[in-house]
């Protein structure tokens, strides 16, 4: 069996103009991939068709659904909002965006099919949050908005909770979609040197992104962060449902042994 296999595999990749997105998409149409780009902008590598997507506009979402059609083989879900952005815009993009274009493409998905989501170190904290989380994520786009609203205070940071919410629907919907014979994971990158991170950097300073290049002492390229992702949406992860695969350089592995992460209530410092 060959390792990794796309080979004439119909294939959506969104945040595809950028970033890991761009690196993802790129190996895929090495591989042989029917690669559809959905994205703000059209992307500059190549791609068999581009369509626009705003992850914040559900209008936007059902459209580029609608042009992408199917059947689809693999979803790699790439696209993200910077932590900079206004909260609900964050929650949008990273997460109620994010599923209801997951959802509307799996209806295009037959046996076979995978969907990969790409979270972050900083969905880390759903397991003090679990209560919390499930109910938000019961809610659909307008009403979780809302509900987002009222909870902030113990939500927190909307970019950390939409990575949490992200995390906890995906397990969720391992055990539905499997039904079908489609599997859902996601990645948990850590820090990685994309424009994103350089937009964090320009905003918070490189003193706060350091501490969680510990213990490998570098930042990810948007290359090093393309395997893993291959590999979870490829036949020879055809067992692997509802993980969270951290690709970190062991940031978390380190540090959850040593209790530092969390603060007395439970929440992540």
Known sequence: MTFIDYQDKRVVVTGASSGIGAAVATALVKLGAEVHAAARREPEAKSAEFHPLDLSDPASIEGAVHSIGGPVDALFNCAGAVPMSPALDILKVNFLGTRLFTDLVAANMTAGGAIVNTSSDGGYGWRHKRTLLLDFVSHDFDDALEWY????????????????????????????????????????????????????????????????????????????????????????????????????GGFWASLSLTGSLWNSDGGLK
């Open 149 to 248: 609203v009222r909870n902030q205070e113990a939500a927190g940071h909307a970019d950390a909770f939409a990575k949490e919410a992200l995390n906890v629907w995906t397990m969720q919907q391992s055990a539905v979609l499997i039904q079908r014979g489609i599997r859902i994971n996601t990645a948990s990158p850590g820090a990685v040197q994309t424009p994103m991170l350089e937009a964090i950097e320009a905003a918070y300073s490189t003193e706060a992104i350091d501490p969680v290049l510990y213990p490998s002492g570098r930042r990810s390229t948007a290359e090093e962060q393309v395997g893993p992702l291959l590999f979870l949406n490829s036949d020879s992860a055809s067992y692997v449902n509802g993980a969270d695969l951290s690709v970190d």
